[in-house]
T-cell receptor
Framework: DAGVIQSPRHEVTEMGQEVTLRCKPI?????LFWYRQTMMRGLELLIY????????DSGMPEDRFSAKMPNASFSTLKIQPSEPRDSAVYFC????????????FGQGTRLTVV | AQSVTQPDIHITVSEGASLELRCNYS??????LFWYVQSPGQGLQLLLK??????LVQGIKGFEAEFKRSQSSFNLRKPSVHWSDAAEYFC???????????FGTGTKLQVIP
């Protein structure tokens, strides 16, 4: 996970508030992925980018979720408004090429919505 | 659509014993296959991957996996488990030419002295 820095590591927020999760790749990559991990549903792909362009957002659960990648060094995942069922660990991962190769994961952001 | 099944939710082995974690996939063609490990509070780390060629793949930390097309399996093995191997293990399958990877539900490994 040395190639990706996520912030914050932990976030506790009240239902209805806006939440922004951040991802900063620190090594070369072509693709960036956002995953959500829960006990019930396991690891789910929410969205991924190739060369900063969103390619597949079919995993984004609702319109409350949005993701941006304004440049190669930064991406955000926003939830507005947040709900308790959004509580999960959110991972950002990068892949060095546009082909289907291994992904390097950040340490994740644990989100709790109360 | 591709899918991955890890039938064992939790496995306990003694330190020094051999280990095999099962993974079955569903995919129409030859897939890309991965095994990742996740320690508590950490992200996933790649152990090994299969793209083509030799069906027995060597990975880091002494792990290996064998791709068996006839059984649609990609089981992970280690001949002698160490206490530090206690973690959760994820099998994943990817489509060739497409970035989407589908993860299994994971197998938690407990290692007892």
């Amino acid at each position: 996970d040395a190639g990706v820095i996520q912030s914050p590591r932990h976030e506790v927020t009240e239902m209805g508030q806006e939440v922004t999760l951040r991802c900063k790749p620190i090594s070369g990559h072509n693709s960036l992925f956002w995953y959500r991990q829960t006990m019930m549903r396991g690891l789910e792909l929410l969205i991924y980018f190739n060369n900063n362009v969103p390619i597949d957002d079919s995993g984004m659960p609702e319109d409350r979720f949005s993701a941006k990648m304004p440049n190669a060094s930064f991406s955000t995942l926003k939830i507005q408004p947040s709900e308790p069922r959004d509580s999960a660990v959110y991972f950002c991962a990068i892949s060095p090429t546009a082909l289907n190769t291994e992904a390097f994961f950040g340490q994740g952001t644990r989100l709790t919505v109360v | 659509a591709q899918s991955v099944t890890q039938p064992d939710i939790h496995i306990t082995v003694s330190e020094g014993a051999s280990l095999e974690l099962r993974c079955n996939y569903s995919y129409g063609a030859t897939p890309y296959l991965f095994w990742y490990v996740q320690s508590p509070g950490q992200g996933l780390q790649l152990l090994l991957k299969y793209f083509s060629g030799d069906t027995l793949v060597q990975g880091i930390k002494g792990f290996e996996a064998e791709f068996k097309r006839s059984q649609s399996s990609f089981n992970l093995r280690k001949p002698s488990v160490h206490w530090s191997d206690a973690a959760e293990y994820f099998c994943a399958v990817g489509e060739r030419g497409y970035q989407k990877v589908t993860f299994g539900t994971g197998t938690k490994l407990q290692v007892i002295p």
